[in-house]
């Protein structure tokens, strides 16, 4: 097992009279476990250019569709152009905008929704605005499987 | 405006042979441009033990955030501020019917999100146990 941590921060003195601070720290376990970490990791840096098609950026893998194993995703838009975003969908449900210089950090459930081997949990990337994006992402996961798709030659 | 910043850091010492760290800080404004967000729902908690789902956050042009603003830059924050036990229960968190993932007892989630008609943030417990969160969003 490995030890992952993930820590978050907000901060805020001026978008309430009072100010908000939030904390939280969680170390990123195996499902049905109390204190087993998770052991396998893929990422990579993409240029997502503006074509009018959404990519999958981390594709669901089929060993995973009736597993209840646990995936974490860390996800950010390096541009610096303000104007410039990208969607971030789920089975074609836009969860939201990450713009220059934002990032996302969410438990991802790879499990097919329809059962059908068609990675309908896909985590898809589509550039809207500017030009090329420079997207970072990590995925920490759990798996019984090999993490990889599967060779066609 | 309103100046919020979020700040994540990753870290493994031993998930791979050398060390993974990675710190990342965002300020969070409003769409396409540098002004800082200036609407939140504020901090809020739930404690609920219902197995269905619970809307968090509800989008609707009515009655709902979107009626208040356009959500094209929106961002929310959710705990799960269980213990974990023995790791076997969490909510899944939705975009209405659409599942995101798993939060166990401990953890979080920090993610955009774009709102409008059919984009509740949701919440299905996987037990009875009272299940308490606190979640938050920043538009």
Excluded: C
């Amino acid at each position: 097992m490995a030890t992952t941590t993930a820590s978050f921060s907000l901060s805020s003195s001026d978008i309430l009279s009072n100010a908000i601070s939030l904390s939280s720290t969680s170390t990123l376990y195996n499902h049905n476990t109390t204190a087993t970490g998770l052991t396998q990791v893929k990422s990579g840096r993409v240029d997502v250019y503006v074509t009018g098609s959404s990519f999958d950026l981390i594709p669901a893998l089929a060993s995973e569709e009736a597993s209840a194993a646990n995936s974490y995703v860390y996800i950010a838009n390096k541009n610096t152009d303000v104007a410039n975003y990208v969607n971030i969908s789920i089975y074609n449900e836009v969860i939201g905008r990450l713009y220059a210089g934002d990032w996302m950090f969410i438990p991802w459930e790879q499990n097919d929704p329809d059962s059908d081997n068609s990675s309908k949990n896909d985590i898809e990337i589509e550039a809207l605005v500017g030009g090329p994006q420079s997207v970072e992402w990590i995925m920490f996961t759990e798996s019984t499987a090999t993490i990889l798709d599967a060779s066609g030659d | 405006m309103a100046t919020t910043i979020a700040t994540i850091t990753l870290s493994s010492a031993d998930i791979m042979d050398n060390s993974i760290s990675i710190s990342n800080t965002a300020t969070l404004t409003d769409a396409g441009n540098d002004t800082g967000v200036t609407k939140t729902t504020g901090l809020s908690r739930v404690t609920t033990s219902a197995t269905s789902n619970v809307v968090l956050l509800d989008s609707a042009a009515t009655g709902g955030l979107e009626a208040q603003s356009t959500m094209t830059s929106g961002k929310v924050f959710i705990q799960n501020l269980n213990a974990r036990g023995d790791g076997s229960k969490y909510v899944t968190v939705l975009l209405q019917a659409v599942v995101i993932g798993r939060l166990y007892g401990g953890d979080w989630m920090f993610f955009p999100w774009q709102g409008g008609a059919g984009n509740d943030v949701e919440i299905t417990p996987s037990s009875t146990t009272d299940t308490t969160l606190e979640y938050v969003a920043f538009y």
